[in-house]
């Protein structure tokens, strides 16, 4: 439970929605203190949930919200490596489920299939 509140005070600071507070006096500004508690747990959950691989990526950034927009202009795309390795893994998982129609599984990998055309690791039919 704990765990879920301090992810629901992070998310605004990773969304950018709660920027960073100028504090009035460093030695005894409680709310700034508290925004920058929040900005180092968000941080925080943001690294642990990485992989060593995609940890490197945001290696040096400290603040949330630059390390969300980094890992999803990086990620988020499927020209990137990691985001083709992506596809191609969701390609070989991919298995037609007993209560959707064929027809959904074989669209789901043609889908597959168009993203990937133009890499090295392109499905033929």
Same mark, same amino acid.
């Given at each position: 439970m704990?765990? $879920?509140?301090?992810?629901?005070?992070?998310?605004?600071? $990773?969304?950018? /929605?709660? %920027?960073?507070?100028? %504090? #009035?006096?460093?030695?005894?500004?409680?709310?700034?203190?508290?925004?920058?508690?929040? /900005?180092?747990?968000?941080?925080?959950?943001?690294?642990?949930?990485?992989?060593?691989?995609?940890?490197?990526?945001?290696?040096?950034?400290?603040?949330?919200?630059?390390?969300?927009?980094?890992?999803?202009?990086? *990620?988020?795309?499927?020209?990137?490596? $990691?985001?083709?390795?992506?596809?191609?893994?969701?390609?070989?998982?991919?298995? %037609?489920?007993?209560?959707? %129609?064929l027809?959904?599984?074989?669209?789901? *990998?043609?889908?597959?299939? $168009?993203? #990937?055309?133009?890499?090295?690791?392109?499905?033929?039919?």
């Open positions: 704990i765990l $879920i509140l301090s992810a629901i005070r992070s998310y605004a600071i $990773i969304t950018g /929605e709660d %920027p960073e507070q100028q %504090p #009035l006096d460093f030695d005894q500004d409680d709310n700034y203190d508290n925004w920058k508690a929040k /900005e180092a747990e968000a941080a925080s959950m943001i690294r642990l949930s990485c992989s060593s691989e995609v940890r490197r990526i945001i290696k040096g950034i400290r603040n949330p919200h630059k390390m969300w927009n980094t890992l999803e202009t990086t *990620l988020d795309i499927a020209e990137s490596y $990691i985001g083709i390795q992506d596809i191609l893994r969701q390609f070989w998982a991919c298995r %037609p489920k007993e209560d959707e %129609p027809k959904a599984y074989f669209t789901k *990998l043609s889908n597959y299939r $168009i993203h #990937l055309d133009h890499t090295d690791d392109a499905v033929t039919d």
